[in-house]
């Protein structure tokens, strides 16, 4: 039987010409910033993002946490939506080492607003928490962040002396879905983490961009936390060829989602939130049934999914072509969750 992964975008495998990019790669030892592979990575990202500077490390929780580490830290408060990756997925990092208090909101689809903000945020009391930071995510749970949420974010941080971190984990699945280039959403924070290993396909890594200040402190505390690597540069060779071959065929990973989300649609037992179906994730519930036992018995089909909760999620991703899209779709419309009885 022919197994369809759809648990997430992480499973990809490098693609050959990625594996030989790796192979040929120059490096050097970058914990003495002597690898020119991860030295033109980390330029690129920096180029894309329109930050000063860029910085490689081992994974999007690593940057994250290094964001939340410097510009927040020991006895301040980070605003952030409840159902945000630093704090469903992230370990609990942001208190346990980063030493911050995060003030969580219940915001739609975890897109925060202005307006959430304005009664959250404290300062000049010494008998409590200073808020610090406010923390977005785009995309989130597959769903682009209004740009004019981000811009509103923005000015109400510059307003109360507040720094912004955008988790931009799927960014580019955000520029792919709305044309709105990755450096735009980047103005609208004063970090960005983005990841190398979802959509992009690459084996390891992300990318945390900021100011040439930030970045030096950065590289402080990725060794603090253990992140210093010798030679990266085989790893930064896979980034490089994800940020030129990977970037504009993501829209092909979307376009199988919503193949996938109509197909879903069209069964009647699946009852699907179409309207978050704007890039390459698909959540949906089979009303009555366990999400646990829905999964179970799409694996017994040959189709891996997840959980969100009580809600099934399915990922599109480099693995998935058009063809095996198309099979999905047939199993899906076969299905009979009636076997869950």
Known sequence: MQVFDLRSDTITKPTLEMRQAMAA????????????TTTKLEKLAAELTGKERALFVSSGCMGNLISLYI???RGKEVLCASNSHIIQHEIGSIAAIAGALPITINAPRGVLNATDLHSLVKQGAYDMATT???????????????LENLEMIKDFASTHNLKVHMDGARVFNAQAATGIPVKTYAKYADTITFCLSKGLGCPVGSMLCGTKEFISQALTVRKLLGGGMRQTGILAAAGLYALEHHVDRLKDDHAHAKAI???????GWADVDVQGVQTNIIFFTV???NAQDVVKQLARIGILANTEGETVRLVTNLDLSDEDTQSV???LASFNPEVLA
């Open 132 to 146: 610090a930071l406010i923390e977005v995510e785009n995309t989130i749970g597959g769903y682009c962040y209004p």
């Open 329 to 331: 779709c047939s199993l």
């Open 261 to 267: 989300a109509d197909t879903l649609v069209k069964t």
């Open 287 to 289: 009303p009555t049934f």
């Open 71 to 73: 510009q927040a830290g």
């Open 25 to 36: 790669a120059e490096v050097g030892d970058d914990v003495y910033r002597e690898d020119p």
